[in-house]
């Protein structure tokens, strides 16, 4: 219980450091763990038994963030950051059969 507490806050003053950052200031809880930002950031965060681990993303600019927070000691370290960009224009990646064309084809002989 201890953790997931300090892990909370120690998420709140990293969405805050960001947000300050930000005008306007206005924060809206969407549920425990996800918060979008005035400046249009979006947070979500999960914890573990040593790691918190928070999400941020910036739809404006399509970029992805994530940090793990260690419980214990509060250090903040960057583990990805990645531009969506060409991402969201894949039609599919790694997909298992059927493939999301031979889906659309099986529909359009509908």
Not at 8 to 35: D, K, M, R, Y
Not at 86 to 107: C, F, G, K, V
Request: proline share 4%; charged share 15%; net charge neutral.
């Amino acid at each position: 219980m201890r953790h997931t507490v300090l892990g909370g806050v120690l998420g709140f003053a990293l969405v805050c450091l960001g947000g300050a950052l930000c005008i306007p200031w206005n924060v809206t809880a969407q549920s425990a763990h996800e918060a979008q930002i005035g400046c249009e950031l979006i947070t979500h965060t999960a914890v573990t038994e040593k790691f918190q681990l928070l999400t941020v993303l910036d739809p404006r600019r399509r970029a992805l963030c994530v940090y793990q927070v260690e419980l214990a000691t509060g250090v903040i370290t960057l583990k990805s950051a990645r531009n969506l960009t060409w991402d969201m224009q894949l039609l599919e990646y790694n997909s298992a059969n059927p493939l999301p064309r031979e889906i659309r084809t099986l529909l359009e002989q509908k």
